[in-house]
């Protein structure tokens, strides 16, 4: 039996088991796709030199699906390209780790988180030099309030000292200059 027969033989199965394909491609060794850019991407790394058959279900023909194909391959490649951003901004968000610097080439997206980034990481700069300074207005604040003590405690001790009688001492007349007097 002929390569061609044995292929249509495989694709009529798989039209049986998968009722919703209209058109299988098969390698020259036998492996089918339901996808051309499959079938032939597998051709290109075999380094096949015929380009896949293809084979339709019985009643279906050939449509020209290149606009399909093209739109395909276009959302594809956006979808790369949207995963890329996506990683780039993880890179920039992850805070532990170093981002490089927008230039002509970064997305717009990726320049607006990196500026985002920027801001926060120069409001938490600004939060912990208030927080240093806020620590020492404290400590100054407690050290007002033991000077305060101290000086209640020094008031305390004056008023004491005011209240006690102060004995007069007697003077020796006889040691006196008596004429000064």
């Known amino acids: 039996m002929s390569n061609k027969k044995k292929f249509q033989e495989k694709a009529n199965a798989l039209f049986e088991k998968y009722p919703e394909a209209n058109k299988i491609f098969i390698s020259e060794n036998g492996q089918c796709f339901f996808d051309e850019k499959a ?50 901004i993880a890179a920039v968000c992850d805070l532990d780790q170093d981002y490089e610097p927008a230039n002509a080439d970064t997305d717009e997206t990726v320049t ?19 927080g240093t300074e806020l620590e020492k207005l404290s400590n100054v604040a407690t050290e007002n309030e033991n000077l305060k003590q101290q000086v209640e405690a020094a008031n305390g001790q004056i008023e004491a000292l005011n209240k006690t009688p102060t004995a007069k001492t007697k003077k020796d007349a006889s040691q006196t200059d008596s004429t000064k007097a």
């Open 39 to 88: 079938a032939k991407d597998y051709h290109d790394l075999r380094g096949f030199e015929n380009q896949p058959e293809v084979f339709f279900r019985e009643g279906t023909q050939d449509e020209d699906d290149s606009d399909l194909q093209e739109a395909l391959h276009n959302s594809q490649l956006a979808r790369k390209a949207l995963e890329g951003i996506i990683e780039d």
């Open 112 to 130: 607006s988180v990196i500026s985002l980034r920027e801001k926060y990481a120069e409001k938490d700069r600004l939060l912990t030099e208030m």
